[in-house]
């Protein structure tokens, strides 16, 4: 069974920085991308990062920047790395394992975390 497993939220001051870790274990052959979303109380969520098994990267607009993510293929995982954190960055993070196959021929599924929550505040 996959299990998605986040770490790295907690309480940073305003211009601070964190980094939240990803990793999918379990029965794996393959992931497409791993990404982070963020959902603020009262508000849908958005996509923060997403990375592809080529190593190619996108981002939310609202990044500009400041947030960086990597990828360890042979380890299923992820990095977030976030700098000059607002207190608008305030939010639960959540880390998607994209299209990931348990074997080479089995059905893509989509996987969540359970979220961890960035709080910025002074």
């Known amino acids: 069974q996959v299990q998605v497993l986040e770490s790295g939220g907690g309480l940073v001051q305003p211009g601070g920085s964190a980094t939240l870790s990803c990793a999918a274990s379990g029965k794996i052959f393959s992931i497409v991308a791993l990404a982070w979303y963020r959902q603020a109380p009262g508000k849908q969520r958005e996509l923060v990062a997403r990375?592809?098994?080529?190593?190619?990267?996108n981002y939310g607009d609202f990044v500009k920047g400041r947030f960086t993510i990597s990828r360890d293929n042979a380890n299923n995982s992820a990095l977030l790395e976030m700098n000059n954190l607002k207190p608008e960055d305030t939010a639960t993070y959540f880390c998607n394992v994209e299209r990931l196959r348990e074997t080479r021929w089995s059905s893509p599924r989509d996987y969540w975390g359970k979220g961890t929550l960035v709080t910025v505040s002074s």
């Open positions: 990375i592809l098994n080529t190593l190619v990267a």
